[in-house]
């Protein structure tokens, strides 16, 4: 398992940007598909964006299509989450989370501290 650790969140006003990031410890990182989960306070985690090992597929939760980007650069070891018009309703703590494919929740996984987002309207 690889251990991740996620930075980039703050605090932002409605339809600004934030860019979160999530570095794993090692190369082993390339054999995992890498997800972006959030958690709103009194909610269950849900899945926001997740990609394929090689890039080759991306998702997303219909509530962030068109202004959330999932990315990754195997080089170095690092998962993105580009999230542009932010909305109060997007903010949450996230999580990135690695496993086998997209939406997989195993003991395979790891899972990051998470990175408060907070949005004033």
């Known amino acids: 398992q690889v251990q991740l650790v996620e930075s980039g969140g703050g605090l932002v006003q409605s339809g600004w940007s934030l860019r979160l990031s999530c570095v794993a410890s090692?190369?082993?990182?390339?054999?995992?598909?890498m997800m972006w989960y959030r958690q709103r306070p009194g909610s269950k985690r849900e899945l926001v964006a997740g990609?394929?090992?090689?890039?080759?597929?991306?998702k997303y939760a219909d509530a962030v299509k068109g202004r959330f980007t999932i990315s990754r650069d195997n080089a170095k070891n690092t998962a993105y989450l580009q999230m542009t018009d932010l909305k109060p309703e997007d903010a949450a703590v996230y999580y990135c989370?690695?496993?086998?494919?997209?939406?997989?929740?195993?003991?395979?996984?790891?899972w990051g501290q998470g990175t408060q987002v907070t949005v004033s309207s």
């Open positions: 989370h690695a496993d086998l494919d997209i939406g997989d929740i195993s003991s395979f996984g790891s």
């Open positions: 090692d190369s082993a990182f390339e054999r995992y598909a």
């Open positions: 990609i394929t090992k090689a890039s080759t597929t991306t």
